[in-house]
């Protein structure tokens, strides 16, 4: 699976958009780009994914480059509840179901 | 729609004692991970299940570790006897079959060896 890299640890103002960058330089055609959170004392939470086109739902705007070699997640207004640390994973799409390599994350802070 | 399920919450041991994990995956979900998570660290796999079979127990440390699915729901991870490095949080996850689907995760069962 490629290697992704994150700051990490980001700020954030309540109610400003949060942009979480992610770079996957040596990602190959089949992966997807997921984004999980992890609130403190909790198990992960996935967020979203996509190949290569943006994506959007209810949780976060996913804006991947051209060139696939690094991508933004977007909380669009930031709240308390969103201080978490940010998983950034590379994944195969195809074949069975595959297992998740996160790294160490971007610890997002949420503040006042 | 229930989550996935994992008890304890929270496990003390002395080292050389035994321990088990008990997960319950979300309904329907065939795939079932365990995952631990050293302090400070992600998540990392330890086992996958496919049903009943472990297709991927690579991560597993088989000299101390076992690891059980019957009848390809519940699942039970077992660590005799635990070290002190064994201290972390092991988490079980849960998803549809085929495909990279997402992965669901229990709320983690945090063991504490001393």
């Known amino acids: 699976d490629a290697k992704t890299t994150q700051p990490t640890s980001m700020d954030c103002a309540e109610g400003r958009a949060a942009n979480l960058p992610c770079n996957h330089s040596?990602?190959?055609?089949?992966?997807?780009v997921y984004w999980y959170r992890q609130i403190h004392s909790q198990g992960p939470q996935y967020i979203i994914h996509?190949?290569?086109n943006n994506e959007t739902n209810e949780m976060a705007s996913l804006i991947i480059t051209e060139d696939r070699k690094s991508s933004t997640l977007i909380l669009p207004h930031a709240t308390l509840r969103d201080t978490a640390v940010y998983y950034c994973?590379?994944?195969?799409?195809?074949?069975?179901?595959?297992?998740?390599?996160f790294g160490t994350g971007t610890r997002l802070q949420v503040t006042l | 729609e229930a989550g996935v399920v994992q008890s304890p919450r929270y496990k003390i041991i002395e080292k050389k004692q035994p321990v088990a994990f008990w997960c319950n995956p979300i309904?329907?979900?065939?795939?079932l991970y365990w995952y631990r998570q050293n302090l400070g660290q992600g998540p990392e796999l330890l086992i996958r299940?496919?049903?009943?079979?472990?297709?991927?127990d690579s991560q597993l440390p088989k000299d101390r570790f076992s690891a059980e699915r019957l009848k390809g729901v519940d699942s039970t991870l077992k660590i005799q006897p635990a070290e002190l490095g064994d201290s972390a949080v092991y988490l079980c996850?849960?998803?549809?079959?085929?495909?990279?689907?997402?992965?669901?995760f229990g709320p983690g069962t945090r063991l504490t060896v001393t």
């Open positions: 309904s329907g979900h065939n795939t």
């Open positions: 996850a849960s998803s549809w079959t085929g495909g990279a689907y997402e992965q669901y």
């Open positions: 299940y496919e049903n009943e079979e472990a297709v991927d």
């Open positions: 994973i590379v994944r195969p799409s195809t074949g069975t179901a595959s297992k998740l390599t």
């Open positions: 996509g190949l290569k």
């Open positions: 040596t990602i190959s055609g089949n992966e997807y």
